[in-house]
């Protein structure tokens, strides 16, 4: 479904990605891990269509359409969705309203009716239980005020909101005290089916205590430089990433 | 042909105006206002026009407007036509009590629902000048200050007609009074509306004024309106334009306020040609709270200029003021606001924000808050920002699905909306709310209509 192949991708001329290749499948988790400056933020916010890092080799498709063609919305209308590590504070958007026009948005771009206030609240309500959010929260304007744990809770919530075919967690876990982290994880995974698929960025192995991967993938210096089953994850948690930086040093 | 120095001043043209027409001035008007009107045509004449030299209309130069020529109305020709049949507002979500201003003149079918409360006075201002002359005598031309700004001066030289609300001591009027001025002329046309407000202690009013062009002619509007709102008594005044770009609207608003009154005043400018608005709030006892907003949202070369002028003069008063300015395509908007402490306003709480979000390159904002402090325990704030919409908030919502031009509607609409909170009455609020997400897209193209509720007069245009 996400085929990413020898993806480059720079800014300011800093070439920060140089060469990714990546495919996951539906049904598939896949764990993105790697020291701090590696590249990982950035190949998520490339794929989900952040215009501030420039393309400069390589293909993403998704389904087989040319994801680096489409705007960021289609990008999310297909299917994609991205968990920001830090979620952007919008004063003024209410939660309501913002994912309203969310969810009409993609309904329309699929061909489906809008949904009507009382339908689109029931699924709110139906999701917001589904994440444990508190209900207040969805009364708020956008992130505003929210703790570190509240707005990552709310990525996972407008990941139920959407239903994505991948979603990207970008950091999920920072700034999460344990049971801020149980919810979330809970939520991944309760939305977890064999249609859809996660990609998991993180620093740390604990999340992937919670949700299991498929697949780890070390980046660094821009590129994938090492796979294999969860047990990898096991051992950088042992090991830190001094030993891959030996072993890939140019 | 033009013979070299015997041009004609642009000032000349309205004093001799004034001169030719002080009989017909003065066919309505009561004496308190007759004779008000020799020393504010002296005060005109000195000065003249505002130009860029002076330092408060810096960013706003009125010379080419009035340089053109206007027709005036000094003998009211009565409108004969019902209004009804070229306007119509039948107002569903908001209860209010609504007059018409028809140029300025106070329309004479205006009917008044039978549930105003016992003293409440509403009505047209020539009138009310002569029925009731030691209301006129202790407030007319009080509060109003001529010597500063030559337009205002000018006003009191023309003035003839216009709205006077009257809530007695302790007369609480609950429904909103929303003054609907209409503007219709063959040619082009100017008008002088004068408005006086007197509330009386324990009392408590709110104010809708809302200005519409409704027909295709250049527009000249010099209005005034001073309010005296007394001790414990609450006032809101709403001023909403909503003009098509012929138009040029100066509205200047002068309120004096007595102990722990509370007024608020907020000017929504949705679409005008050239707009400046002047408030100037006097704060003259202590415990005075005074709240001065404004929401001005432009485009294509749209001018909106306010000016405000906050008197601290006695001690423990709190004001707090706001204007967030929308600029898109080639507008611009000037801001500047004043807020004066005086030597014995100790405790005094003021504060003072301006922000704008531009839109576009060509679109410019000069903004100037000013703080003169002469007491020495006082806490007080001014500042102003200039931003463009924010790029990391556009990337979060269109990675949720939604399209550049709705997230730019939500963004807009999300800066704007601090200044639409501040809207003290909940049925006017939520019809501004509902306005200015119109106006952000591009939808709101009536300004024959009356933007509170919707209506649309049958000869429907464009605001050009």
Redesign the interface.
């Known amino acids: 479904m996400l085929e990413v192949k020898n993806l480059h991708a720079k800014i300011d001329d800093k070439e920060i990605l140089r060469g990714i290749n990546l495919t996951v499948k539906p049904g598939e988790v896949h764990a993105i891990m790697g020291p701090n400056g590696s590249g990982k933020s950035t190949l998520s916010s490339v794929l989900?269509?952040?215009?501030v890092f420039d393309v400069s080799e390589g293909s993403a498709t998704f389904y087989g359409k040319n994801l680096l063609d489409m705007?960021?919305?289609d990008?999310?209308?297909e299917g994609l969705f991205?968990s920001?590590q830090y979620?952007?504070e919008?004063?003024?958007?209410s939660m309501v309203?913002?994912m309203r026009?969310?969810v009409n948005?993609?309904r329309k771009?699929n061909g489906e009716k809008p949904y009507t206030a009382s339908e689109f609240l029931k699924l709110m309500r139906e999701k917001k239980k589904l994440v444990e959010i508190d209900s207040n929260l969805t009364n708020r304007?956008?992130n505003e005020g929210f703790s570190g744990g509240e707005k990552k809770k709310n990525e996972i919530f407008?990941m139920a909101m959407?239903q994505p075919k991948v979603s990207i967690l970008d950091e999920t876990d920072s700034g999460l005290d344990i049971d801020a982290l149980r919810i979330v994880a809970n939520g991944v995974n309760k939305l977890k089916s064999e249609n859809n698929a996660t990609v998991v960025i993180t620093h740390y192995q604990r999340l992937l205590d919670y949700i299991v991967p498929d697949f780890v993938h070390v980046l660094y210096k821009g590129r994938i430089v090492m796979s294999a089953g969860k047990e990898l994850a096991l051992e950088l948690e042992e090991k830190g990433y001094d030993w891959i930086k030996k072993q890939f040093e140019d | 042909m033009s013979i070299a120095g015997a041009e004609i001043k642009v000032e000349e043209k309205y004093i001799s105006l004034f001169k030719e027409n002080q009989g017909r001035l003065n066919i309505m008007a009561s004496d308190v206002v007759a004779n008000a009107r020799e020393g504010a045509i002296k005060i005109f004449e000195d000065k003249g026009i505002p130009n860029r030299k002076v330092e408060s209309y810096k960013y706003t130069n009125l010379n080419p407007q009035f340089e053109k020529d206007y027709t005036c109305d000094f003998e009211h020709e009565v409108f004969n036509q019902n209004l009804t049949e070229v306007f119509n507002c039948n107002v569903e979500d908001l209860e209010a009590i609504t007059i018409y201003l028809i140029n300025g003149w106070y329309y004479r079918k205006n009917q008044l629902p039978d549930s105003l409360p016992e003293g409440v006075l509403i009505g047209s201002f020539a009138e009310f000048s002569k029925s009731h002359p030691e209301l006129f005598e202790t407030h007319y031309n009080k509060y109003a200050k001529n010597e500063e700004d030559s337009l205002v001066a000018m006003n009191t030289a023309f003035a003839q007609d216009g709205f006077f609300i009257y809530v007695p001591k302790g007369v609480v009027v609950e429904k909103p009074i929303q003054i609907v001025n209409i503007m219709k002329a063959e040619e082009s046309f100017m008008a002088f509306s004068r408005n006086l407000v007197v509330i009386e202690e324990n009392a408590q009013a709110k104010i809708m004024v809302c200005e519409h062009t409704l027909s295709e002619n250049r527009f000249l509007v010099n209005a005034v309106t001073e309010a005296f709102v007394d001790k414990n008594s609450v006032f809101d005044i709403y001023n909403i334009q909503n003009q098509h770009n012929l138009t040029t609207s100066i509205s200047s608003v002068f309120v004096k306020q007595k102990e722990h009154s509370s007024v608020l005043t907020h000017n929504l400018t949705l679409h005008t040609g050239v707009t400046r608005n002047n408030i100037y709030v006097h704060m003259d006892d202590e415990h005075c709270e005074s709240r001065i907003y404004g929401l001005y949202v432009s485009d294509k070369t749209q001018h909106v200029d306010n000016f405000s002028f906050v008197d601290h003069a006695m001690p423990n008063c709190y004001s707090e003021e706001l204007f967030k300015g929308v600029l898109d395509d080639s507008a611009t908007a000037a801001f500047a606001g004043k807020i004066m402490v005086r030597p014995n306003a100790q405790k005094t709480n003021a504060f003072q924000k301006n922000d704008n979000l531009l839109l576009t390159d060509n679109a410019k904002i000069n903004t100037k808050p000013m703080l003169e402090i002469y007491a020495d325990d006082v806490k007080c704030s001014h500042g102003a920002t200039v931003g463009q919409l924010?790029e990391?908030?556009m990337?979060?919502?269109?990675?949720?699905?939604?399209?550049?031009e709705?997230?730019r509607v939500?963004?807009m609409?999300?800066?704007?909306?601090?200044a639409v909170e501040k809207i003290r009455v909940e049925a006017v609020r939520e019809q501004i709310r509902g306005l200015v997400e119109q106006v952000f897209r591009g939808e709101l193209n009536k300004c024959n209509s009356c933007v509170l509720c919707g209506q649309v007069s049958d000869n429907e245009f464009t605001c050009m």
């Open positions: 989900a269509g952040s215009e705007p960021a919305e990008r999310a209308r991205y920001f979620p952007v919008i004063p003024g958007v309203n913002f026009t969310a948005e993609h771009y304007s956008v407008q959407l | 924010d990391k908030s990337f979060y919502l269109r990675s949720r699905g939604i399209s550049k709705e997230a939500l963004l609409y999300a800066f704007a909306y601090e």
